[in-house]
T-cell receptor, first 112, second 113 residues
Framework: GQNIDQPTEMTATEGAIVQINCTYQ??????LFWYQQHAGEAPTFLSY????GLEEKGRFSSFLSRSKGYSYLLLKELQMKDSASYLC?????????????FGTGTRLKVLA | KAGVTQTPRYLIKTRGQQVTLSCSPI?????VSWYQQTPGQGLQFLFE???????NKGNFPGRFSGRQFSNSRSEMNVSTLELGDSALYLC????????????FGPGTRLTVT
C-alpha cells in the first residue's frame, strides 16, 4: 500500500526552530513536496525534493533520504504567521504524472 | 501570471442532486488534478487530466467524473450527491517545468444537505 505519516500537531515558540518529520512508503517515487495550508485557505507550495539532501529556501529547508523513506521540513526564526498545517506529499509514480499522495498534515501552533 | 481559478467558491446542494465544478489552470499548464479535502481524511486524489486525457484516477466511486477541454480548463461532476460528499474540492495546476510541482486553486466548498 501507500502510506505517508507525519505528526498530527506540534507547538513551538516564536523565534525558535521546528522540524516536522514525514515518513513514506509508496510503490514508486517521483518527488516529495511540502505545502503550507492556513485554515480556510488552499495549500501553497513550499518545497520539492527528488534527490537526497537538503534544499534551502529562506527560513524554510527541506531534507530527503530516499533510502530511508524520510523527509523533514525545517522552519527557522518562527513567526506567528507560520501557524498553519504543513502537508507532506509524495508523487508515487515513476512515469511522470502529477498524482500526489498526501499525509494528513501537521498542525503547527506558534506561541508568543 | 494569473493563478488557478475555481468556480463556484461555495455551493449548497441537496442529497440526490448533481453538481459541476470548474477549474481554470495557470496559463500554459496542461495538467489539472482534482482533490477532495475533508477534516477526517485529509487531501484525497480524485483524478488527473493532461491534454484532455485522464491520466490517473483515485479510489472514488463512478459518481465522480471529470473532463478537460482543449484550453486545459477542467470540470468535475458529482452525480447523486451524498451527505459524505460535503468537502472542499481543490484543483491543482501543473505544468512542464520538469519538477512536478502543483499549484492549488482556492477550492470549492460543497455542502450537501
Amino acid at each position: 500500500g501507500q502510506n505517508i505519516d507525519q505528526p498530527t500537531e506540534m507547538t513551538a515558540t516564536e523565534g525558535a526552530i521546528v522540524q516536522i518529520n514525514c515518513t513514506y512508503q509508496t510503490s514508486g517515487f517521483n518527488g516529495l513536496f511540502w505545502y503550507q495550508q492556513h485554515a480556510g485557505e488552499a495549500p501553497t507550495f513550499l518545497s520539492y525534493n527528488v534527490l537526497d539532501g537538503l534544499e534551502e529556501k529562506g527560513r524554510f529547508s527541506s531534507f530527503l533520504s530516499r533510502s530511508k523513506g524520510y523527509s523533514y521540513l525545517l522552519l527557522k526564526e518562527l513567526q506567528m504567521k507560520d501557524s498553519a498545517s504543513y502537508l507532506c506529499a509524495v508523487s508515487p509514480t515513476t512515469s511522470g504524472t502529477y498524482k500526489y499522495i498526501f499525509g494528513t498534515g501537521t498542525r503547527l501552533k506558534v506561541l508568543a | 501570471k494569473a493563478g488557478v481559478t475555481q468556480t463556484p467558491r461555495y455551493l449548497i446542494k441537496t442529497r440526490g442532486q448533481q453538481v459541476t465544478l470548474s477549474c481554470s489552470p495557470i496559463s500554459g499548464h496542461r495538467s489539472v488534478s482534482w482533490y477532495q479535502q475533508t477534516p477526517g481524511q485529509g487531501l484525497q486524489f480524485l483524478f488527473e487530466y493532461f491534454s484532455e486525457t485522464q491520466r490517473n484516477k483515485g479510489n472514488f466511486p463512478g459518481r465522480f467524473s471529470g473532463r478537460q477541454f482543449s484550453n486545459s480548463r477542467s470540470e468535475m461532476n458529482v452525480s447523486t450527491l451524498e451527505l459524505g460528499d460535503s468537502a472542499l474540492y481543490l484543483c491543482a495546476s501543473g505544468g512542464g517545468t520538469g519538477t512536478y510541482e502543483q499549484y492549488f486553486g482556492p477550492g470549492t466548498r460543497l455542502t450537501v444537505t
